[in-house]
């Protein structure tokens, strides 16, 4: 029923924009809090950014004050804008929207920063 997808991921320059978009779809989205992790080659998956139903955000130290997590729940909508990029920023990205014991993620989108 829940279905998470994600889009926008790509090759980027180091110091370059990326802006991923997940689409959600069968869940109750603004109840949901929302969330963007990521996980790199022979690394565990970290938690990037999450944003309340309430829009209020929280991100980690690696990525505070680049990146920046938004929602739009008329457009059933999450965001993660990502500006200064670096390499170490590359990984698979993963969409995950949390409610209580409701928990889904989506298929995760690659993102390579390279020159």
């Known amino acids: 029923q829940a279905q998470l997808v994600e889009s926008g991921g790509g090759l980027v320059q180091p110091g370059g924009s990326l802006r991923l978009s997940c689409a959600a779809s069968?869940?109750?989205?603004?109840?949901?809090?929302m969330g963007w992790y990521r996980q790199a080659p022979g690394k565990q998956r970290e938690l990037v950014a999450v944003?309340?139903?309430?829009?209020?955000?929280n991100y980690a130290d690696s990525v505070k004050g680049r990146f920046t997590i938004s929602r739009d729940n008329a457009k059933n909508t999450v965001y993660l804008q990502m500006s200064s990029l670096k390499p170490e920023d590359t990984a698979v990205y993963y969409c995950?929207?949390?409610?209580?014991?409701?928990?889904?993620w989506g298929q995760g989108t690659q993102v390579t920063v390279s020159s």
């Open positions: 995950n929207a949390d409610w209580s014991t409701r928990v889904y």
């Open positions: 069968g869940i109750l989205f603004r109840i949901y809090a």
């Open positions: 944003i309340t139903s309430g829009s209020s955000a």
